[in-house]
């Protein structure tokens, strides 16, 4: 979905841009790739943050259908609709 007219790739290419500046350091680049990665590939941007986030965790609650399916098997996290 797109998010003031911008579309995920554009989105992620400013994001990389920004990322890769000299002055910008990220607490964790690692995740942000992931976020990055996952929101070209169909999820939500706050969905993929959140979820990468969650990782370590063994489950992840949602009300959003779409988001539970399309999460299915990109981490250890098990994700399921409330």
């Known amino acids: 979905v797109a998010s003031y007219k911008f579309k995920p790739a554009a989105i992620c290419q400013g994001l990389r ?3 890769g500046l000299p ?3 990220l607490a964790n680049p690692s995740l942000m790739a992931q976020v990055i990665q996952w929101h070209e590939n ?3 941007f ?3 943050f959140h ?3 969650s990782q370590h965790c063994s ?3 949602t009300f959003d259908q779409k988001f539970a399916k399309k999460a299915q098997g ?3 996290c098990r994700v399921d609709k409330l």
């Open 17 to 19: 841009n920004l990322f």
């Open 23 to 25: 002055n910008v350091r």
């Open 42 to 44: 169909g999820l939500d």
């Open 46 to 48: 706050a969905d993929a």
């Open 51 to 53: 979820l990468a986030l």
């Open 59 to 61: 489950e992840f609650y």
């Open 74 to 76: 990109l981490t250890q």
